[in-house]
């Protein structure tokens, strides 16, 4: 029985704040990188996780400024919409949703691999990860269609979890394990698959993208949050400012508690960190460890699916999707869109029977995601100098510094959608084949090939119904 069509407004700044944190994760987004990185760059990668963290900065304000003024479900498709017109707001949706599900089918799959781990399955078998990959989907669909307060408990659980463990491990690492000094951050740059320092240097700005993506899913929940002019800018903000302290903190501690050899060898893994923290502190500290992942992981899973369900949502109430999906369930909450959400991820799942396959679906998650973040910006910068947008009728004011943050973060935005799209054949793997290492600009093709013939269809026959009506 459904409700109607209007979520339900429940959301404090802490829940909001929380759905932020756990959507980028600091665990699910370092552990996810650190490896690649390590066997890519062949160490030296700190600074270009520094500098990707600011300029993403830069993005999370313009994005704050936006939904200051537009707090609405859908966020960055409705605010392409809003600036750009339905046609601009059709292939942000779709590029937007594409991509969102990517990273779900990309969450899924990584967070199987540690409930693998977890519960002692040692295969890598393509069939038993995605397997667990569906177990791991089920346990975030769950979350969604429970009560308000499970959900909300489960982000939290997953803060607390980060905070306490990979704070706290980084701590120790820190403070008690630390082999190297400081300049080792700086150092080795080059010596891994990448042919040179620049090629290296980009490829880490590449990858270090994935761990500064999904901050804007506390716009998406605008119409859920209270008083959303105030809330969600700060949620938007202060979750990459969190996210990005623990981020940087851990990986300096991993780098310099451990030799580059070290995390080379554990980087050929699925696991990459769990070998050096039981290396440190013993045995025993294994499954407490997987534990708190395990959490972060869920966490963040429950989060995307909430994220995604929420585009989708708003698509269908715009007429951009089936109509079915835009019904909510008398507790507010969009279930047919949470259930499409998650069987579309479920489908993506199957490309994890083929391990290069889940490469290609990594790279145009975080590919396309840049590629949302460059039309809200883009068309920020372009209705703000045309005088089509005025940014102070937000509560948010940013005054003279709004132009150029906004410049600095279109421009960046743009730049890092070429950088992750560009084929590297060094970064997939030696003997990948050339449509995995051209996966982003291939996939993003054929997507904006088939929504513009979606447009273009849609607008032939609405010439033609005048004329039959007639």
Known sequence: ??????????????????????????????????????????????????????????????????????????????????????????????????????????????????????????????????????????????????????????????????????????????????????????????TGTAPSQTAAFLAALAIAGWAFIGFDACSTIAEETLEP?????????????????????NSAALTLSFDGTTLTATSASSDPVTPVIVNSFGAWAEKPFLAIVMVSFLACGASVVNYVSRIIYSMAREGNMPALLKQVAVDGTPRPAILFTVLSAGVGLLLGLNDQAVATIIAFGTGGLYATFTLPTGLGLYTRLTERWNPSRGQLKLGRWGLPINIIAFHWSLFEFINIAWPRAYAVSPDAPWWQVWAVPLVLGNILGITTLYVLIGKIRGAALPESSS
């Open 1 to 190: 029985m459904h409700g109607g069509e209007t979520l339900h407004r429940h959301l404090s700044f802490w829940n909001s704040l929380t759905l932020g944190f756990a959507m980028v994760s600091p665990v699910v987004g370092l552990y996810a990188i650190m490896g690649v990185q390590t066997a890519v760059t062949g160490g030296g990668w700190f600074p270009a996780l520094a500098l990707c963290l600011a300029m993403q900065l830069l993005v999370a304000t313009v994005y704050a400024e936006l939904a200051s003024q537009f707090p609405i479900a859908g966020g960055a498709y409705k605010w392409a919409h809003h600036l750009g017109g339905p046609v601009t707001g059709q292939f942000a949706g779709v590029i937007y949703v594409t991509s969102t599900i990517a990273m779900l089918t990309t969450t899924a799959y990584t967070g199987g691999v540690w409930l693998a781990i977890f519960f002692g399955s040692s295969s890598e078998n393509g069939l038993t990860l995605v397997l667990w990959g569906v177990v791991f989907l089920v346990l975030c669909t769950l979350l969604n269609l429970a009560r308000a307060t499970v959900f909300k408990m489960a982000l939290s659980m997953g803060v607390y979890a980060e905070m306490a463990g990979s704070v706290g491990v980084a701590l120790l690492l820190f403070l008690f394990f630390r082999q190297h000094e400081f300049s080792e951050l700086f150092q080795h740059l080059g």
């Open 229 to 249: 002019k105030r809330v969600v800018p700060r949620a938007i903000f202060f979750s990459l400012c969190m996210v990005g302290s623990v981020v940087m903190f």
